[in-house]
């Protein structure tokens, strides 16, 4: 992305994505963009706003966590703070994610690991992972 590739978008996965997000959680306000973000959805739960990150499946959990993570990050320094939940509605769950000091300091660490690899002339070699079978970006590892 920091090099303005983007994934493949007739991907399975992302469309998935794209009608998950068009159909559930209909109530709720939808898609809130900042120049950095893109929250799926924010809701009120008792008195207070929620950010809500819609998922397919729960089996991508902690880079979800993660990606919500960012977002309650970025608001924070924007001065909102917020709480956030994975919803996924499939499995009927609803994840409370906050932003503590050691949340916070794990985005930081990725931050800095992020900057490094944007700064190499060249991407580091594939490596095949377990994530890399249903990876929209997989075409510039593999191709």
Known sequence: MA????????????????ILHENVYLRDKKEINT?????????KRDGQLVVGEVKKSSRFELPAKMQLAFYLYKLKKQGIEIKGELLIPKEKKRIE?????ALEDRLKVAFNEIKEIIKRDRP?????I?????????DFCWA
């Open 35 to 43: 120049p950095d973000i893109k929250i799926d959805l924010i809701k």
């Open 130 to 138: 377990r994530w890399c079978r249903n990876c929209a970006y997989k």
């Open 3 to 18: 090099h303005e590739l983007n994934p493949r978008q007739d991907d399975t996965f992302l469309e998935i994505g794209r």
């Open 97 to 101: 994610v906050k932003l503590t000091h």
């Open 124 to 128: 580091p070699e594939p490596k095949k």
